[in-house]
């Protein structure tokens, strides 16, 4: 859905460098917030292990929540962002639920949706050199092989 | 044997290098200029500013002259670093006069979005 919502959005402003480019930064804020929230609990699993209490554990893990929280506030702005951007192109809300303080659980949730139907949506498939090439680029290659015979049909 | 103690002179400003308006923010790119007395930095910044209330859409990516190495104004009061996996010889100096000139280019860059800001209130852009 999230995915689909984004080409919609990205389609309709193909024309614009600067547009697509703020698309694609604001969908970024998703992962840093979701890579941030699994290194922190990760981090607070090793800090249990080593048996790190008291003020120690307090001083580390809140330096790790503050910044969490900054990120999260960043990826609301982005899903606030992203929401008027695709009203302005008169495309439907990327997010139709309410983004403030009040539902922040809620909305860690909505970006853990969207970062994981982006993860389930992977190019499973290695990416081949002829996909990452124009059929003409990937010719010109292959002819450009010494002596190996190699040819392209087209 | 008392020593000496000379100022060092930071000067700094931004150049805008374009300016465009779309229907919901407007994009500001500019150059950033930090010069101490020993050496002179440049880094890039790409601002999108809300055209209804000249607030900054953030994050804000201010791109370093050191390869991989990013700073992200994450809010009006928060900001973090990203370095790249390794700093090779070559650019050690270069991160290091970077880190130390941290300060300057975030105040810089805030003073950028100051006057942007302005500009967009008052005079629309």
Redesign the interface.
């Known amino acids: 859905m999230y995915k689909e919502r984004i080409a919609k959005l990205m389609n309709a402003v193909k024309h ?1 460098p ?2 697509l ?2 698309v694609e ?1 604001r969908m970024n ?1 998703f992962t840093e917030y979701m890579s941030h929230v699994a290194w922190m609990e990760t981090r607070i699993q090793r800090l249990t292990i080593e048996g790190v209490q008291g003020e120690e554990w307090r001083n580390q893990v809140e330096s790790l929540d503050k ?1 969490r929280r ?2 999260h ?2 990826a609301m ?2 899903i606030n ?1 992203l929401n ?2 695709s009203k ?2 008169g495309l439907e809300p990327f997010y139709d639920g309410p983004v403030d303080h009040e539902h922040r659980t809620e909305i860690g949730d909505v970006i853990g949706n969207i970062v994981n139907e982006y993860f389930e949506g992977r190019t499973v498939e290695q990416l081949k050199t002829e996909n990452l090439m124009s059929e003409d680029d990937f010719a010109q290659a292959v002819e450009s092989i010494p002596d190996s015979g190699a040819s392209m049909e087209k | 044997m008392k020593s000496e103690v000379r100022p060092d002179t930071i000067s700094r400003g931004f150049k805008i290098l374009s300016r465009k308006k779309n229907a919901m923010f407007t994009t500001v790119k500019a150059q950033i200029s930090v010069s101490k007395r020993t050496y002179d930095m440049e880094s890039t910044v790409k601002l999108y500013l809300d055209n209804d209330t000249g607030a900054v859409l953030y994050p804000v990516e201010i791109g370093s002259p050191v390869p991989g190495l990013t700073v992200t104004l994450d809010s009006d009061s928060s900001s973090s670093c990203s370095f790249p996996p390794s700093i090779p010889d070559a650019t050690i100096d270069s991160t290091a006069m970077f880190l130390s000139i941290f300060h300057e280019t975030i105040g810089t860059v805030r003073e950028l979005i100051r006057k942007e800001q302005q500009r967009i209130l008052q005079k629309g852009v």
């Open positions: 614009e600067d547009d480019e703020f930064s804020t910044q900054s990120k506030n960043v702005d982005a962002q008027r951007l302005v192109v």
